[in-house]
């Protein structure tokens, strides 16, 4: 048992497809990584078993949150499992955090699934680390989670990879939401920066607006923005700086989702993609786990904010016996007030 006021190391659990993400975050903290195994049973149903010992371990799954519908049921019952087999604390590392931008009733009947989403979350961890969350119209998490959240921020790591790889680069938002951010980027590299004008008219339907940006002339366009969802934004911003004279633009962005065809579509338009790891794709250069590994470390630091405490293991021989219906559903949140 583990004394009071020490919360013993977390071991890193991988979803599929966060392997590699897992490996590299238990090596940034000198963590162990332990085995959680999926499959699909015949009619489409989800399996999951987790090998490791967690029993008063603290345990952090590791699991992007792109394209989530297809795997959150097992990411519950992945964490329902760890704590019914005794896991002391469960944190959900999602480098990408889903359903932030339905945040309000854009039409008449919508679902603010940014709500419901966060209910589900905060019913099933007891903590989330996420990178740059699409905070519009929500000033922080805390809104919306009723857990401990820790919010991360990729613009340094941006703005790093841009002051190293591009000469003499103008920072580019595609719109005035990104100005907050594109302004720090361009602060720490010292190079200046210009925000564009976006009207979305629907998913895929985007119309982007640029100023004059002939005082910067013969700079190298480096287009920055949070999420490359449908792509449009970034690819109407990219067909049109042209037109003003610039060179084809590099692209840097912390989400890379990159639905359906719009990273082949958008790179012949560009001169360097890159991403950031949050979301696995081909366009990855910036490694996250150095920027959530000491955020995962300080949360083992302290164990006063745990506030949903587990129940003891569940014996083996009786979930044998009773079956898969002895397996306890989530406690309900017993702590309301946000933080971040
Ligand atoms: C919008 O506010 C965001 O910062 C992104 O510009 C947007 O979400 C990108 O979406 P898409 O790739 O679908 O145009």
Not at 167 to 189: F, K, N, T, Y
Not at 276 to 304: C, F, G, R
Not at 326 to 333: C, G, L, V
């Amino acid at each position: 048992m583990p004394s009071p006021g020490h919360r013993p190391e977390p071991l890193i659990l991988a979803l599929p497809g966060n392997e590699a993400f897992a490996r590299n975050l238990a090596n940034a903290g000198a963590w162990e990584l332990g085995t959680v195994e999926t499959r699909n049973f015949p009619d489409g149903e989800s399996y999951v078993r987790i090998p490791s010992d967690v029993a008063e371990r603290s345990v952090a799954l590791v699991c992007t949150l792109a394209r989530p519908d297809e795997g959150f049921l097992r990411l519950v019952y992945a964490a329902d499992a760890a704590r019914a087999l005794g896991a002391s604390d469960i944190t959900l590392i999602a480098p990408y955090l889903a359903y932030m931008r339905q945040d309000r009733r854009f039409l008449a009947g919508e679902a603010v699934t940014s709500r419901s989403f966060a209910r589900l979350i905060s019913s099933t961890f007891d903590r989330l680390i996420t990178v740059d969350p699409h905070l519009h119209r929500y000033a922080s998490l805390s809104a919306l989670y009723t857990i401990p959240t820790n919010t991360l921020h990729a613009a340094p790591l941006l703005a790093d990879w841009i002051a190293v790889e591009v000469s003499r680069p103008l920072v580019i938002g595609p719109d005035a939401e990104s100005e907050q951010w594109v302004s720090a980027i361009a602060a720490r590299i010292g190079a200046p920066y210009a925000v564009l004008s976006k009207i979305r008219h629907g998913d895929r339907d985007v119309e982007v607006a640029l100023p004059d940006l002939s005082a910067w002339s013969g700079l190298q366009p480096v287009l920055v923005d949070d999420i490359a969802s449908s792509g449009h934004t970034l690819i109407e911003a990219a067909r049109q700086l042209p037109q003003q004279g610039f060179a084809p633009p590099d692209v840097a962005v912390v989400h890379g989702i990159f639905a359906g065809d719009s990273f082949e579509r958008l790179k012949p338009l560009c001169r360097m993609i890159v991403s950031s790891d949050a979301v696995s794709h081909a366009s990855n250069v910036i490694a996250l786990a150095p920027l959530i590994a000491p955020s995962l470390a300080a949360t083992a630091e302290s164990v006063s904010d745990l506030i949903r405490h587990r129940r003891p293991p569940e014996p083996l021989d009786d979930v044998e016996r009773a079956g898969i219906d002895s397996f306890p559903a989530s406690d309900p949140p017993s702590w309301t007030g946000g933080r971040e």
